[in-house]
């Protein structure tokens, strides 16, 4: 009894799946006690299903015994202690007919002995005995049986903690999938075109997904960093962990600390709970960090420290945190440069550049801008509900011809436009793009820098009864619009050509009514 009860014991710590444990657990009763049959029944919402036999017949694994229908289970589930039933007790017995071995003339059974397994107040299953002959059970006693019972009710709770916790890791996993997969899918979810700076670059990016190391991702705004660093995710050991956003350029000093690695309770004015950080929800995932080339500079040690170590800290907490995160970094500016200039630490971008990669810019790759094209016209097919979308072959020319200073997002805002313009509105119309359609001349960025793109301030005639402050408002509105077009909608650059400070920038165009 002792070796049974220590191998029962024993298989709580083991790596067991769930039937194994089960199996084994009732294999240890019926070797101890002296029974024809042993069952261990799981509770399903007010019946009792069999999950592991011995001695039965296999027919007993497909019923479903509802309590209600079978008194002696429901004398057992009523008791906290062991319960026996007497030879001739009228009741029946659920496995009249189902042990294996019993004669057909004589298939009922004379000794029948049960137990409630319960976990606090919850009811999880129950453990029974049964045998053909009356007295079987007179050698047993109900602490021995009772310490079966207590171990089956422990194997139970914990193989049903450890499915559910494998079935969250499996849900999550496939979440973190899906995510990826439409994000890729809703930003063109491969990095496509048949020049040899794009082949080149998706020899890069092959390589680099597999080896886990940190990546730095270079070029020009709206090149497709994002997509870059999404499809580094998607091809690395991490797929099917979270992959965490983070957009340095909008992060303001005052809360970067916090959103990068979390607060505790009561650290600053507001911190009402603990918080955790982005590379806490990182964690065993990627994080991708696009723009950090805008990060202050004393969030930079911090980062940098992360790295180094793996470890952060939570604003105002004590200890720090072991967080296992593979980073991805995009920025658009020459980091090198920055560090010359002193805005950049040298520390950190050796630390995250340990594999550059550049995306080029969209003028270029050559064709690849024909057969952008084609996947931008297709997709606003879709998003416009359209019928055929199609370029011209003068259309495509003028494509090619185009230098796309806001290269790849630019593009896609030019085939969608012209798209909406040659369907001439109708829902389900042909549209067929024409040069006309394309407007590049009208496009934000073909005028090159925003200063040369801005308008000419208005003439004092021109004032129409408006106040100097309501027409310095005007021109400041239209060029904050044009700058940030200019600048692929990405804030800090806008700031930088504007030659104003970011804070600056933002408080600008709340009050403008931009924001």
Known sequence: MLSALADVALDLTTSLDSSARYERLVAAVHRVVPCDAAALLRNEDGALVAIATEGLSPEALGRRFALADHPRLAAIVASRAPVRFAADDPRPDPYDGLVAGAPDLHPHVHACMGSSLYVGDELVGVLTVD?????AFGVVDDATFATFAALAAAAMRT???????????????RVAEHLVAAALQRHGGE??????????????VGLIARSGLTALVT???????????RTLHRGSDRKDE?????????????????????HVRGAFTGAVDDRAGRFDLAHTGTLFLDEVGELPLAIQAKLLRALQSGEIQRVGADRELRVDVRVIAATNRD??????????????????????????????????VVVLAGLFADRAQVQLGLGAVRLTQAARDALRRYPWPGNVRELEHVVTRAALRASGGRARGEAIIEPRHL???????????ASAAAPAPPAAAELDGRTLADATDAFQRDLVTRTVAASGGNWAEAARRLGVDRANLHRTARRLGLK
């Open 131 to 135: 045998a053909l002959r009356p007295d």
């Open 439 to 449: 407007a590049l001349e009208e496009a934000p960025l073909a005028a090159g820098p």
């Open 219 to 229: 070029g020009e705004t709206g090149v497709g960093k994002e997509l870059v660093a």
């Open 335 to 368: 980091l090198a440069a920055e560090v010359a200039a002193g805005r950049f630490r040298a520390d950190l971008y050796h630390r995250l550049a340990v594999y550059p990669v550049h995306v080029p810019p969209l003028r270029d790759r050559g064709d690849d």
């Open 159 to 173: 193989a049903g903690l450890i499915d559910a916790l494998e079935r969250a890791v499996e849900r999550r996993g």
């Open 242 to 262: 979270p992959l965490v956003y983070v957009n340095c350029a909008a992060l303001p000093e005052s809360v970067a600390e916090s959103e990068l690695f979390g």
């Open 191 to 204: 990095l496509v075109g048949p020049s040899e700076a794009m082949q080149a670059l998706r020899r890069d």
